[in-house]
Nanobody, 115 residues
Framework: QVQLVESGGGLVQPGGSLRLSCAASGMIFSIHTMNWYRQAPGKQRELVAIISSTGSTNYANSVRGRFAISRDNAKNTVNLQMNSLKPEDTAVYFC?????????WGQGTQVTVSS
């Protein structure tokens, strides 16, 4: 059974930083593309960052230069370092894994950016 468990969310002031982690189990982690999505209240879920099985990355324009995605295949984890956070980054952040026609989701972790 595949499980994705996110951690690291919380409340942070504007300009601050958070590091999200996603621990995967029950799958061959290294072959999966790993993604971070987010969903703000009343908005659609949006793709934030991607890291392929080979380590290539891409970002939404709204976070490029502030967020960094990384993966550790030895630990089956994917991380999202979020810097210079803004109130508009407030959302539930979801870890997603994809390979061919299969995808898996975590339960999400809340990130709130507020003074």
């Amino acid at each position: 059974q595949v499980q994705l468990v996110e951690s690291g969310g919380g409340l942070v002031q504007p300009g601050g930083s958070l590091r999200l982690s996603c621990a995967a189990s029950g799958m061959i982690f290294s072959i999966h593309t790993m993604n971070w999505y987010r969903q703000a209240p009343g908005k659609q879920r949006e793709l934030v960052a991607i890291i392929s099985s080979t380590g290539s990355t891409n970002y939404a324009n709204s976070v490029r230069g502030r967020f960094a995605i990384s993966r550790d295949n030895a630990k089956n984890t994917v991380n999202l370092q979020m810097n210079s956070l803004k109130p508009e980054d407030t959302a539930v952040y979801f870890c997603n894994a994809g390979y061919l026609n299969r995808e898996y989701w975590g339960q999400g972790t809340q990130v709130t950016v507020s003074s």
